[in-house]
C-alpha cells in the first residue's frame, strides 16, 4: 500500500523508519519530510494544514493510508476532512477526531474529560483575562511551586513551573493580559503541583480496542539537572526503569481503561496514538496531560523497540481489528540523545553544516531539523538530530549514544550530557 507521513520531525523520521520495514509498504512519501526521510522515502513539498493540497496529492498517488505526526493538523481537523469527503473516506487516517483531537487542543477540555471519567489527575482551576483576579486568588489558596499552563497549543512551551506567588501572579498576567502564548493562553489552567516522577505511556487504538507501545521518559528542561526553560524534548529513556508489573497494572486499570471507555462514552472518534503524559506520586499514577499522537523524541526510543509489524497494526484500524494484531516488543532498552542548534529555545540560527553522521556505527540517527543543500545535510530547526541505541538496560544504551553523539559536528551543536540522571 501507499503511505502519506505529514510531519518534518524526528518523530516522523522514525515512523518512515519503523514503516520501511513492512512487506505491506509499496511506496512510502513524507510531507515535508526532512534530510533523513529522504534517504527512505519520497519527500513531499506539501503545507501539511493545507487539507485540499493534501487531498490532490492523495489522490493522484493512491494513498491508502495518512500517518499523521504532529497536532496542528490533528486540532484542525483533518480526520474529519477526510471522513466527510466522498472521494477520501476510503482512506485510513492514523489520528483523532477533532473533536477528540481538543484533548491536547485544550488543557480545560482534557482537566473535564478526566473529571467526567474518574481518571486521576491534580486539581485545577481555568481562568481568562475577566476572572484575572480570582486567577490571583487561587494561586493564594495553592501551596509552591505553581503550575500554570496555557490552554491551547504552545508548541511545547506553554507550561510555566514558578517557585513563588508574586511571580506566579506576574506570569498569570502576562499569558491572559500580554498574550505571552499569543492566543494558546487567551485561557489559563493553574493546577497543583505534584511532586513526583514523570513518565509516559503510549496507547494505540482503533476506537474500541487498544494496544499499549513501550514506555517512555523524555528530558524536557534544556539544562543539565533539569535546569532552565522548556524544550520540546532533549532526550528520552525506554522502558522506564522503575514502570514495573504492579504499576503498569495500576496505570492500564486507573487510567488507560478510563481513558478508552471515556471515548467510547463520549462518542469521540479515537483511531491513533495517545500519549499520556504521568506523575508518579507515592507509586500513584496521576495524569498531567494528554497528546493526540505520538511524542517526540520519546518516538525515537518506542518504535525501535517494537518488533513486530507497525503498519499492519495500523492497518487493522480501518476495519477496528486492532485486538486481532500482536504487539511485540524488544526486551533491549533504547536511549536516544537530542542535538540541538545553539541558543534554542530562544533564538537560534539554520543553515549550519552538519559533519560526522557517516561515522556513526552502532546507532541509529534520526533527523528532525535538517535539509539537504546539494551534497550537504545543514541544520533547519531548533532541534536537529537524535542519536538512538539498543543496550541490555539504559546506561550501556546511553554510553553507546554519547560515543556516537561525539562524533557530530556543527557550529553551536548543544547537547545534555546527563540524559537517565535521574534513573
Not at 501551596?143 to 507550561?159: F, N, Q, S
Not at 492500564?252 to 506520586?281: R, S
Amino acid at each position: 500500500m501507499n503511505v502519506l507521513i505529514l510531519g518534518s520531525g524526528g518523530r516522523e523520521h522514525a515512523f518512515a523508519y519503523s514503516l520501511s520495514k513492512s512487506p505491506l509498504l509499496t511506496n512510502l512519501f513524507v510531507a515535508p519530510g526532512n534530510a533523513g526521510t529522504s534517504n527512505i522515502a519520497t519527500n513531499v513539498a506539501l503545507n501539511i494544514t493545507d487539507f485540499e493540497a493534501v487531498k490532490v496529492f492523495v489522490l493522484e498517488n493512491d494513498i491508502a493510508m495518512v500517518l499523521v505526526g504532529p497536532e496542528a493538523p490533528l486540532v484542525a481537523g483533518i480526520y474529519d476532512f477526510f471522513i466527510e469527503d466522498e472521494q477520501l473516506v476510503h482512506v485510513n487516517v492514523i489520528g483523532p477526531s477533532k473533536q477528540a483531537a481538543m484533548l491536547e487542543g485544550s488543557k480545560e477540555f482534557a482537566k473535564e474529560f478526566m473529571e467526567r471519567n474518574k481518571v486521576p489527575t491534580a486539581a485545577y482551576q481555568s481562568f481568562t483575562a475577566s476572572s484575572l483576579k480570582e486567577g490571583m486568588s487561587f494561586i493564594d489558596s495553592l501551596k509552591p511551586p505553581y503550575v500554570l499552563k496555557a490552554d491551547g497549543l504552545a508548541g511545547g512551551k506553554g507550561v510555566l513551573i514558578i517557585p513563588n506567588a508574586d511571580e506566579a501572579k506576574q506570569s498569570l498576567e502576562e499569558m491572559l493580559v500580554g498574550g505571552k502564548f499569543g492566543a494558546a493562553s487567551n485561557k489559563v489552567v493553574i493546577e497543583e503541583f505534584l511532586d513526583g516522577i514523570e513518565m509516559s505511556v503510549f496507547v494505540m487504538t482503533d476506537g474500541k480496542s487498544y494496544k499499549i507501545l513501550p514506555t517512555a521518559k523524555d528530558y524536557k528542561r534544556i539544562g543539565e539537572g533539569d535546569t532552565g526553560l522548556n524544550t520540546g524534548g532533549m532526550g528520552a529513556v525506554s522502558p522506564v526503569p522503575f514502570a514495573g508489573e504492579e504499576l503498569m497494572k495500576k496505570i492500564e486499570q486507573q487510567v488507560i481503561i478510563p481513558t478508552i471507555e471515556g471515548f467510547k462514552k463520549e462518542e469521540l472518534v479515537y483511531k491513533g496514538f495517545v500519549f499520556i503524559g504521568l506523575m508518579i506520586v507515592n507509586n500513584e499514577p496521576l495524569v498531567i496531560e494528554y497528546n493526540v499522537r505520538m511524542g517526540d523524541p520519546e518516538t525515537e526510543v518506542v518504535l525501535p523497540r517494537l518488533s513486530s509489524d507497525l503498519l499492519a497494526h495500523l492497518h487493522a484500524f480501518k476495519n477496528e481489528q486492532l485486538d486481532k494484531e500482536v504487539v511485540t516488543i524488544d526486551a533491549r532498552a533504547a536511549v536516544t540523545v537530542m542535538c540541538v542548534s545553539g541558543g534554542y529555545p530562544e533564538a537560534y540560527e539554520n543553515g549550519m553544516v552538519i559533519t560526522g553522521i557517516e561515522e556513526v556505527t552502532d546507532s541509529i540517527i534520526f533527523h528532525a531539523g535538517t535539509i539537504r543543500q546539494d551534497d550537504r545535510i545543514v541544520t533547519n530547526g531548533g532541534r536537529v538530530l537524535t542519536v538512538t541505541s539498543y543496550g541490555a538496560n539504559f546506561n550501556e544504551a546511553l554510553k553507546k549514544s554519547y560515543h556516537n553523539t561525539a562524533k557530530l559536528h556543527y557550529d553551536r551543536m548543544y547537547y545534555r550530557k546527563d540524559i537517565g540522571f535521574d534513573l
